[in-house]
């Protein structure tokens, strides 16, 4: 089957080891591999070490991926594995990286949450049902989004009735050249669009447009 012939460091990736054999290149593992199967040069290859390598590899890719999405953008566990099993991973593999991930703290649905709902909040103004449903979108259970926005509106003392109010009043003033009833109609949907209940909307229209401009409350047309 083939001899390994050399273990250099990988020139792609700090912490990885190019594994070659025959001196050719035969797989990319870590120090954790080379130890658990006590790799060495001039280790004969035989096929259950072989099997062994390869899957230890793939395992390795799996994972190494798994790092690479995160570091592009926080993800819950339930969408970084249907990222990795869309981008062919197998579904063992994935359990194992998002197993690990967990263990290592680098995947902590709850803490996502929390972060997902601060950073709407503040950047958006979202309300709660808004916030449920982009929690929902984003692959985090339904127990574990509530609390983590129960938890944010607590720490930081949001008040939705002044809030929505205070995202209107700054959407409004972009909407400052339409006619009244475009106007009207535009800032209706934006607010539905952050998830604010129609009973709220109508409420705060009253509130932040001119005497007589919120007269058709029912929605927008």
């Known amino acids: 089957m083939g001899v390994i012939t050399g273990i250099v460091e990988s020139p792609k990736k700090d912490g990885r080891y190019v594994v070659q054999v025959d001196g050719r290149t035969f797989a990319t593992v870590s120090l954790d591999i080379l130890e658990r199967l006590q790799l060495r040069v001039g280790m004969a290859l035989t096929d259950t070490l072989d099997a062994a390598i390869h899957d230890a590899a793939a395992a390795l890719q799996t994972y190494d991926r798994a790092l690479n999405l995160l570091a592009f953008q926080a993800r819950s566990a339930r969408d970084l594995r249907r990222r990795l099993v869309q981008k062919g991973e197998s579904e063992s593999h994935v359990d194992a990286a ?107 229209l009253q509130a932040v447009l001119e005497p007589g401009e919120a007269e058709a409350l029912d929605g927008p047309e």
């Open 98 to 204: 998002i197993a690990r991930l967990t263990a290592n703290g680098l995947l902590d649905d709850a803490d996502y949450a929390r972060q997902l709902a601060r950073s709407k909040v503040a950047s958006q103004g979202a309300s709660r049902r808004r916030l449920q449903q982009e929690m929902f979108r984003r692959g985090v259970a339904r127990e574990v989004g509530d609390e983590a926005i129960a938890e944010v509106f607590d720490d930081e003392a949001v008040d939705e009735s002044e809030m929505i109010e205070r995202v209107a009043r700054k959407k409004l003033r972009s909407l400052a050249r339409l006619d009244p009833d475009a106007r009207r109609r535009r800032l209706y949907a934006f607010l539905a669009r952050r998830g604010y209940e129609s009973d709220d909307i109508r409420r705060v």
